[in-house]
Nanobody
Framework: QVQFVESGGGMVQPGGSLRLSCSST????????MAWYRQPPGKERDFVAR????????TYADSVKGRFTISRDNTQSTVYLQMDSVSPEDAGVYYC?????????WGRGTQVTVFS
């Protein structure tokens, strides 16, 4: 069974930075587009960013463009999300998964809390 294990969340002030990591047991990790998603409190889970298998193409939601950076290390089967200039609207639980998402592979996510 595929597992995604997210880490790196925590509490951050507006304007601050966090770096999220996601390790995977996905066989053939280096052949899949990977993505980050987030679920704000009381809302649906939404797409944040994705990166192609060879890291050539990176796509971002408009709300995070220019502030977040997705990257991956295929040798470690890990995908990262660098979050800069964090705003209160970025709070929520962050998940990684394939893109499109594998419905039965969601991990527990990592919580990002933005406080003043």
């Amino acid at each position: 069974q595929v597992q995604f294990v997210e880490s790196g969340g925590g509490m951050v002030q507006p304007g601050g930075s966090l770096r999220l990591s996601c390790s995977s047991t996905l066989s053939g990790f280096n052949t899949y587009t990977m993505a980050w998603y987030r679920q704000p409190p009381g809302k649906e889970r939404d797409f944040v960013a994705r990166v192609t298998s060879n890291s050539v193409v990176k796509t971002y939601a408009d709300s995070v463009k220019g502030r977040f950076t997705i990257s991956r290390d295929n040798t470690q089967s890990t995908v990262y999300l660098q979050m800069d200039s964090v705003s209160p609207e970025d709070a929520g639980v962050y998940y990684c998964n394939q893109y499109p998402a594998r419905s039965r592979a969601w991990g527990r996510g990592t919580q990002v809390t933005v406080f003043s």
